[in-house]
């Protein structure tokens, strides 16, 4: 069974940084694709972006060019550096296991989500 823990959420003013971590147990990290997901209030969790085994990566529109998905395998951790941020990024971000598909029913583990939270 896999395991997903995320950190690194906080509340920061627009046009600043964070970086978030989604640190993973269970099975070989190394091996499978993974996602960042987020979802605001009243709002369906959408698609952020996504890394597969192989490092390819993939962003939706909203956050190209302003945030970036790595991995690092000998630590198990995913992580999204996430720059220029707006109060439309406000959500809370999940890390999900699986896929590296825009649709969130692709992954089969989820972690229990890190809140952002963007002043402006």
């Known amino acids: 069974q896999v395991q997903l823990v995320e950190s690194g959420g906080g509340l920061v003013q627009a046009g600043g940084s964070l970086r978030l971590s989604c640190a993973a147990s269970?099975?070989?990290?190394?091996?499978?694709?993974m996602g960042w997901f987020r979802q605001a209030p009243g709002k369906e969790r959408e698609f952020v972006a996504s890394v597969t085994w192989l490092g390819s990566t993939y962003y939706a529109d909203s956050v190209k060019g302003r945030f970036t998905i790595s991995r690092d395998n000998a630590k198990s951790s995913l992580y999204l550096q996430m720059n220029t941020l707006k109060a439309e990024d406000t959500a809370v971000y999940y890390c999900?296991?699986?896929?590296?598909?825009?649709?969130?029913?692709?992954?089969?583990?989820w972690g229990q989500g890190t809140q952002v939270t963007v002043s402006s």
């Open positions: 999900a296991e699986g896929s590296y598909s825009t649709d969130a029913r692709g992954y089969d583990h």
């Open positions: 269970g099975r070989t990290f190394s091996t499978y694709d």
